[in-house]
């Protein structure tokens, strides 16, 4: 499906807009020694601002021509759709559900702005998955690695990291989750050592480009509360990233890090102050997942919930002329779903019992 269906998309591999500005042009200057974040000599509409880490693990890319290197990133977005499908179905699913979830996730709209964009958001989802995969098995310094990568877009990966240590913690006291927060710095370090190396002037380029970047609308519980309510906004938003962060702990300390790093990226959707419409592809894991664990039912629900909410996201782009913040209700709309077919799940679970019992 990960060769045959991203052909249907067309020219849409020829723009990406968000992976020349932020990641080739970096990586560009990187290999031949200059600053990663001086991309204006580039003439980047805009300033890089994704981490080090990221610059220093696709390096090579700036070996590459930028029409070549869009193409590998247009394809290794692909290859991700497919590997968060396969990560997030579990083992031995239905080949319907594989098929459907698949067909569904390539033609959700943020994943199409994605491509479009060349986004890193897709990638960030699947590191991390696979870090949570890697501390499982409690293979420390992989998941320190894959954490780092997965960092690249910090305001996706700061609770998935809370999570991972919350792991450790649970598994080896607080000895055992220094260590891993030095592994995780360490492996930070050596993913930006290309950056280090290439210039020293980095960090004062990245901090210029921050100043020079405009101020956005955010589709985010955030900004809208903070617009319309002011600080009574903030203080409700900090109430309810408090309470979601406080189940995130929960889940963390009672399932397992797969699990537990689907609802991860599905509440950083929620609650993150700084995100776009794009970013919210990190919330097909999670739905994916619940697909792949429902009966009929609950499918017949997940699919209703995708087609309106993929409904609403084209209105949206067809007629909205309010930007990207029109766009909020996205992730809210499909944790929703998934908490109400867990719902019913289990109400028809306690029926199925006391009809046993009564029998």
């Given amino acids: 499906m990960a060769a045959v269906v991203p052909l249907a998309f067309g020219d849409i591999v020829r723009h990406h807009k968000d992976f020349y500005n932020e990641l080739w042009a970096p990586a560009f200057l990187v290999v031949h020694g200059e600053s990663a974040y001086a991309t204006a000599s580039l003439g980047t509409p805009l300033p890089a601002v994704w981490l ?10 700036g070996l590459l ?9 247009f394809w290794f977005s692909v290859a991700s759709v497919a590997a968060l499908v ?12 594989v098929v459907g979830t698949g067909l569904l996730a390539y ?6 702005n994605h491509f479009l964009l060349g986004q890193y958001s897709l990638q960030a989802a699947l590191f991390l998955l696979l870090a949570a995969n890697a501390i499982q098995q409690r293979r420390e310094w992989l ?19 809370l999570g991972l240590g919350l792991f450790v913690f649970g598994h080896a006291g607080p000895k055992g989750t220094f260590r891993f927060i030095a592994k995780a710095v360490a492996a930070a370090l050596i993913l930006s050592l290309p950056v280090f190396l290439a210039s020293p002037d980095w960090f004062n380029d990245y901090l210029a480009g921050w100043a020079r970047n405009p101020s956005w609308m955010h589709p985010s519980a955030f900004v809208l509360l903070r617009s319309r309510l002011g ?3 903030i203080a409700l938003w900090a109430c309810l990233a408090a309470i979601l962060v406080i189940v995130l ?9 797969n699990v537990a790093m689907y609802w991860t990226l599905a509440v950083t ?19 994916v997942f619940a697909m792949a664990k429902a009966d009929w039912r609950g499918q017949l629900l997940l699919l209703a919930a995708y087609l309106i909410g993929w409904a609403g996201m084209a209105a949206v782009q067809l007629f909205g002329e309010g930007g990207n913040v029109l766009y909020w209700w996205v992730p809210w709309w499909f944790v929703g779903a998934v908490l109400l077919a867990a719902m019913l799940a289990r109400r028809a679970q306690r029926r199925a019992r006391m009809g046993a019992v009564g029998g």
Avoid: C
């Fill in 52 to 61: 080090p880490m990221t610059i220093g693990g696709f390096a090579p890319l």
């Fill in 65 to 73: 021509s930028e029409e070549l290197a869009t193409t590998v990133w």
């Fill in 86 to 97: 396969y990560l997030s179905v579990g083992a031995s699913p239905p080949l319907y559900v």
């Fill in 107 to 112: 033609f959700f709209p943020a994943t199409l």
């Fill in 143 to 161: 998941a320190a690695f894959l954490l780092s990568l997965g960092s690249g877009k910090p305001q996706l990966a700061a609770l998935a990291a």
């Fill in 231 to 233: 600080i009574a906004g």
């Fill in 249 to 257: 702990v929960r889940l963390w300390r009672n399932h397992p890090a």
């Fill in 269 to 287: 959707a929620l609650i993150t102050p700084y995100v776009w419409s794009w970013d919210f592809v990190i919330v097909l894991p999670l739905w």
